[in-house]
């Protein structure tokens, strides 16, 4: 079982920047893969990053491509989402996810462990 725990959400105005981060429980956190999604009210569930368990790998969905950045600390059970050039679209819930299977299973919105959420709002 892992456990994962967001920070780092908050309001913040358009242009503008937050790191979130995602912390984890178990020693065996360079065995996963891990990702960020978010969900805004009334939408589904959308892909936003993953990074394979060595961080050599990421991926990034469309519309936050060139913006947001996706990095891990296997030293601190940690992973990061860097997101700048905020846009109001960008408001959401964003999750943590983690998965022992390839990355590529995360980029295609499966996994197995999630966060709780933390909210991101960007007014304009």
């Known amino acids: 079982q892992v456990q994962l725990v967001e920070s780092g959400g908050g309001l913040v105005q358009a242009g503008g920047s937050l790191r979130l981060s995602c912390a984890a429980s178990?020693?065996?956190?360079?065995?996963?893969?891990m990702g960020w999604f978010r969900q805004a009210p009334g939408k589904d569930r959308d892909f936003v990053a993953a990074?394979?368990?060595?961080?050599?790998?990421?991926y990034y969905g469309d519309s936050v491509k060139g913006r947001f950045t996706i990095s891990r600390d296997n030293t601190k059970n940690t992973m990061y989402l860097q997101m700048n050039s905020l846009k109001p679209e960008d408001t959401a819930v964003y999750y943590c996810?983690?998965?022992?299977?390839?990355?590529?299973?995360?980029?295609?919105?499966?996994?197995?462990?999630w966060g709780q959420g933390t909210q991101v709002t960007v007014s304009s």
């Open positions: 178990r020693r065996t956190f360079t065995m996963y893969a």
């Open positions: 996810a983690a998965d022992q299977s390839n990355v590529l299973t995360l980029v295609d919105g499966t996994a197995s462990y």
């Open positions: 990074i394979s368990w060595s961080g050599g790998s990421t």
